[in-house]
Nanobody, 125 residues
Framework: VQLQASGGGLVQAGGSLRLSCAAS??????????VGWFRQAPGTEREFVAA????????NYADSVKGRFTISRDNAKNTVYLQMDSLKPEDTAVYYC?????????????????WGQGTQVTVSS
């Protein structure tokens, strides 16, 4: 499966962005898999941001984004979204979406096996 992340950009602190992760591939679907968002700032390790289970019934967030970010999915469109509100300069990073090996909303990187190319999010102070 191929993942295309989009929606990144430059925004002022306190602003909002909505990221999308669209899956494609002949006969491939992500509707049976958990999907996660991760981010990586320069000089740091990739870190977990949010994840959603296969039907969206379970979500999981990093403490740093709880109450500000919302993950959702539309299985009919094979797409997962990350609504980011009240953005802070420390949210600046490249954001990656990934498909899990299973149906749950996992936070650990090793549970994910397909990764998108990333989209840059820059929050100015």
């Amino acid at each position: 499966v191929q993942l295309q992340a989009s929606g990144g950009g430059l925004v002022q602190a306190g602003g909002s962005l909505r990221l999308s992760c669209a899956a494609s591939g002949r006969g491939r679907t992500i509707s049976n898999n958990g999907v996660g968002w991760f981010r990586q700032a320069p000089g740091t390790e990739r870190e977990f941001v949010a994840a959603i289970s296969w039907r969206g019934g379970s979500t999981n967030y990093a403490d740093s984004v709880k109450g500000r970010f919302t993950i959702s999915r539309d299985n009919a469109k094979n797409t997962v979204y990350l609504q980011m509100d009240s953005l802070k300069p420390e949210d600046t990073a490249v954001y990656y979406c990934a498909v899990a090996r299973h149906a749950m909303a996992a936070s650990r990187l090793e549970y994910y096996h397909y990764w998108g190319q990333g989209t840059q999010v820059t929050v100015s102070s």
